[in-house]
């Protein structure tokens, strides 16, 4: 794999990440609701003006684009795996930011997908 396509990919997925970041922060703002239709109008308004949300949603959009451009470089095969990427930058973050348990067996995950993130990568 090229670094350029390897850029893309791991661009993709860092905002892929910052997104679900971004949108954890605006739930925590806004805070535990239930869509019915009694607040749907209250609650989309609340999502769709939060801060957090959008700046969340237009991440993905951006995300999508460069995800889109590193698939027409690399097989499937290879960039989506890569994916997981996210998982191991969204579990840190998430422990840094907004306190959520980092148990040691989330840590041994982590390192498998590491380690399997980077086996699909060498054979590429």
């Known amino acids: 794999m090229k670094a350029l396509e390897f850029g893309l990919i791991v661009f993709g997925v860092l905002l892929n990440a910052v997104a679900q970041l971004l949108l954890k922060a605006g739930t925590r703002s806004i805070g535990r609701f239930d869509f019915n239709m009694a607040n749907?109008?209250?609650?989309?308004w609340s999502l769709g003006t939060n801060p957090y949300i959008v700046g969340g949603l237009s991440c993905y959009v951006v995300s999508v684009v460069i995800w889109i451009m590193a698939l027409s470089r690399v097989e499937v095969s290879v960039a989506y795996p890569m994916l997981s990427i996210?998982?191991?930058?969204n579990a840190g973050f998430a422990?840094?930011?907004?306190?959520e348990a980092m148990t040691p067996t989330r840590l041994i995950g982590m390192g498998v997908i590491i380690l399997g993130v980077y086996l699909v990568a060498k054979t590429s």
Do not use: D
């Open 40 to 44: 749907i109008g209250p609650i989309g």
């Open 86 to 89: 996210g998982y191991i930058v």
């Open 95 to 99: 422990w840094w930011l907004f306190g």
